[in-house]
Nanobody, 115 residues
Framework: QVQLVESGGGLVQPGESLKLSCAAS????????MAWYRQAPGQQRELVAA???????DYHDSVKGRFTISRDNAKHTIYLQMTSLKPEDTAVYYC?????????WGRGTQVTVSS
């Protein structure tokens, strides 16, 4: 079983930065993708950024140039550096690990951007 624990969320003002972390523990398979999703109230969960095992990454258009995903394979951890935050970035951010047909989710961390 894989456990994912997110941390680093909080309340910030527009234009500020936050860095989220997601640590994986347990029996960790060889995975192909670790990703960040977010879900705002009344909205569907959406992919924010994904880090692939080959080193490439993909981003939602709304965060390109502002967010950076990185991964530390030795620590089984991924990060999401968020800069120039906007009120529309407010959401619960979830970490997801994909290994073959299996998907594992964290419980999420709240990010609120408000003045």
């Amino acid at each position: 079983q894989v456990q994912l624990v997110e941390s680093g969320g909080g309340l910030v003002q527009p234009g500020e930065s936050l860095k989220l972390s997601c640590a994986a523990s347990g029996t960790i398979p060889n995975f192909t993708v670790m990703a960040w999703y977010r879900q705002a109230p009344g909205q569907q969960r959406e992919l924010v950024a994904a880090a692939f095992s080959g080193g490439s990454a993909d981003y939602h258009d709304s965060v390109k140039g502002r967010f950076t995903i990185s991964r530390d394979n030795a620590k089984h951890t991924i990060y999401l550096q968020m800069t120039s935050l906007k009120p529309e970035d407010t959401a619960v951010y979830y970490c997801k690990l994909t290994a073959g047909a299996a998907n594992f989710w964290g419980r999420g961390t709240q990010v609120t951007v408000s003045s």
